[in-house]
Each structure stands twice: as structure tokens, then as C-alpha cells.
């Protein structure tokens, strides 16, 4: 069964890091894309990263480009997002996403998700 299980939410304080993990088990990880969305309360889900695991290109928003970077660990099956300088409006649950690949990275909907991680930024 492919699953996505995400690690590393939390509460920090504005400026701060965290470093989301995205494991992956029970599909072949170098034919998927994978990234993470987010949902804040009261908002539409919002796209935030994604990397192509086989030749690692990678997809950012806006709002997160020169603060957070995607990676992937392709022997242990692991994604991460690198969060820099997190802002209060960062405040959502994390999930992560899996789409079959290739796919285009600026219309990736994601075919199977994580449960989500809740990260909280204090002003």
C-alpha cells in the first residue's frame, strides 16, 4: 500500500527553521513526483514545493521561493522541505503528495497524500 507519513511540524517563531520529512514506502519512489501543499484555516489548500525524483527538478511558489528548498534522499525514500525564515502567514498544516511522474510540476494535483503536519509561526 503507498503511503506518505510527514514529520517535523511545530511551533516556531518568526525567522525561525524547520525541516519537514515526506517518508515514503509501498511505490516505486523514483516514479513518482513528490511535494508538499499546505491549508490554512479558512483557506484554500495552497501549492508550496515539489521535486521530480528522477532528474530532480523542482517546482516552487511564489511565496516560499528564497526561504524554503526541496530535496529528496532517493536511497532512504525521503523528501524534505528546508524552511527558512518562516513567517506567521507560513502558519498551516504541511502535507505531502505523490503524482505519478513525469507529470508537469505547475499542474501536479497529487494522486495519493500524507495525514499532514501542523506548523504554527508566532509573530
Known amino acids: 500500500e503507498a503511503q506518505l507519513v510527514e514529520s517535523g511540524g511545530g511551533l516556531v517563531q518568526a525567522g525561525g527553521s524547520l525541516r519537514l520529512s515526506c517518508a515514503a514506502s509501498g511505490f516505486i519512489f523514483k516514479d513518482y513526483a513528490i511535494g508538499w501543499f499546505r491549508q490554512a484555516p479558512g483557506k484554500e489548500r495552497e501549492r508550496v514545493s515539489f521535486i521530480q525524483i528522477t532528474d530532480g527538478i523542482t517546482y516552487y511558489a511564489e511565496s516560499v521561493k528564497g526561504r524554503f528548498t526541496i530535496s529528496s534522499d532517493n536511497i532512504k ?47
Open 77 to 123: 525514500n525521503m523528501v524534505y522541505l528546508q524552511m527558512n525564515n518562516l513567517q506567521p502567514e507560513d502558519t498551516a498544516v504541511y502535507y505531502c503528495a505523490a503524482e505519478g511522474s513525469p507529470t508537469d510540476l505547475e499542474t501536479f494535483v497529487g494522486d495519493f497524500w500524507g495525514q499532514g503536519t501542523q506548523i504554527t509561526v508566532s509573530s
